[in-house]
């Protein structure tokens, strides 16, 4: 008589790789940002605000080289008065995508393991097509045509947290599981032809960028403990991501920050299980802005330096959506010492905080 499966194994993430399209944007979209502001008081503001975001760089699939008096991007994708329909952005999601997450996986330098992948987990919320970048990464890697294929798609900055509790979730029911993530999201597709500050500032903060990691039960990298979602009550209103004529519709109210502190003064016990944020050695906060983790760090009373993983994460790509958190990760899990305990923790529409915690694998 068989014996019952084990329910006890734990989850790693053995490796995250992550990637990011050709195209360095920041300086370009802040410089060209009058072509949609065109009120003089709103555009001063909006370049106090780019001074003050923290971010650097930011990347696209679509090249913004040589400017034109009407467009935004090099190659007229956006040009005043005729921006793109959603079936359009839809098209350019589908070109971009699949080589974007090719690459990533080919980052993880799965080799001969990738015969083994039992299980694929593919995460947006900034495009949609079928058969989709599932099937291009199982034909390019030759993976296994009957593996089972799971999509978490629009649940917007956390969704990647999402997708590793089911990743978890499987690997806890088969120890034999290998789990293949990716997380792709072409944010840069959604820009709107808009006056409104706040809508403009949004774009400010938003890159293109993909991350692949592998999940088993093998006890390297960082293990997967426990999740825990908290929902901030009277804030759906603050984030929210919907589909219109013109694209993907995104509303990233200025009160996001104030709600992310009040959840958090509310649910901290409940997210570290009991402990005191003292206690934790790493905090991989996604970095939705810098206001965010301002507010991340002011709610937790954090020193200065916790955050600076996730800081060095927005300076570098800014948001991601749900790719960011495994950025943040990657960068941990290079660093990280054995025995180290971890949160993660990334927000989105409801107003949700999705989080995490984790720790590093010791040696055998």
């Known amino acids: 008589m068989g014996s019952e499966p084990s329910l006890s194994a734990t989850a790693y993430i053995n490796r995250i790789a992550t990637v990011v399209p050709e195209h360095e944007v920041h300086g370009a979209f802040v410089a060209r940002a009058g072509k949609l502001l065109r009120d003089r008081r709103a555009l001063a503001l909006?370049?106090?605000?780019?001074?003050?975001?923290?971010?650097?760089?930011?990347?696209?699939?679509?090249?913004?080289?040589?400017?034109?008096?009407?467009?935004?991007?090099?190659?007229?994708?956006?040009?005043?008065?005729?921006?793109?329909?959603?079936?359009?952005?839809?098209?350019?999601?589908?070109?971009?995508?699949a080589p974007l997450a090719i690459r990533a996986v080919e980052a993880l330098g799965?080799?001969?393991?990738?015969?083994?992948?039992?299980?694929?987990?593919?995460?947006?919320?900034?495009?949609?097509?079928?058969?989709?970048?599932?099937?291009?990464?199982?034909?390019?890697?030759?993976?296994?045509?009957?593996?089972?294929?799971?999509?978490?798609?629009?649940?917007?900055?956390?969704?990647?947290?999402?997708?590793?509790?089911?990743?978890?979730?499987?690997?806890?029911?088969?120890?034999?599981?290998?789990?293949?993530?990716?997380?792709?999201?072409?944010?840069?597709?959604?820009?709107?032809?808009?006056?409104?500050?706040?809508?403009?500032?949004?774009?400010?903060?938003?890159?293109?960028?993909?991350?692949?990691?592998?999940?088993?039960?093998?006890?390297?990298?960082?293990?997967?403990?426990?999740?825990?979602?908290?929902?901030?009550p009277e804030t759906e209103q603050h984030?929210?991501?919907?589909?219109?004529?013109?694209?993907?519709?995104?509303?990233?109210?200025?009160?996001?920050?104030?709600g992310v502190a009040e959840g958090l003064r509310q649910g901290t016990e409940a997210v570290l299980r009991g402990a005191a944020p003292e206690e934790i050695d790493l905090w991989a906060i996604h970095p939705g802005g810098r206001s965010v983790l301002d507010a991340v760090e002011g709610a937790l009373a954090l020193p200065a330096t916790a955050l600076e993983t996730s800081r060095g994460v927005l300076r570098d790509h800014g948001n991601m959506s749900s790719a960011t958190v495994l950025f943040v990760l990657r960068r941990m899990l290079e660093a990280a010492r054995p025995g180290q305990r971890g949160c993660a923790m990334a927000f989105g529409p409801g107003m949700v905080a999705e989080t995490m915690l984790f720790h590093t694998a010791s040696p055998a």
């Open 46 to 97: 909006f370049r106090r605000m780019a001074e003050r975001s923290q971010i650097d760089s930011r990347w696209s699939c679509l090249p913004c080289g040589a400017e034109r008096e009407d467009r935004i991007d090099e190659a007229g994708f956006y040009t005043l008065g005729r921006f793109p329909s959603t079936a359009a952005r839809m098209r350019r999601y589908e070109q971009e995508a």
């Open 239 to 258: 984030i929210s991501w919907r589909i219109g004529d013109a694209g993907f519709d995104m509303v990233l109210s200025g009160h996001v920050p104030a």
């Open 110 to 232: 799965l080799g001969a393991e990738a015969a083994a992948v039992t299980h694929l987990i593919t995460i947006t919320c900034t495009g949609f097509a079928a058969p989709g970048v599932d099937f291009a990464l199982m034909r390019h890697f030759g993976l296994n045509p009957g593996l089972e294929r799971s999509s978490v798609g629009f649940m917007g900055c956390h969704a990647a947290i999402n997708a590793l509790k089911l990743a978890r979730h499987i690997v806890r029911s088969d120890p034999g599981a290998k789990v293949l993530l990716v997380s792709l999201e072409l944010c840069t597709l959604h820009l709107q032809e808009s006056e409104n500050l706040e809508q403009v500032l949004s774009f400010l903060i938003f890159g293109d960028g993909c991350a692949a990691a592998l999940v088993t039960a093998a006890p390297e990298g960082l293990a997967l403990d426990s999740f825990q979602a908290v929902l901030v």
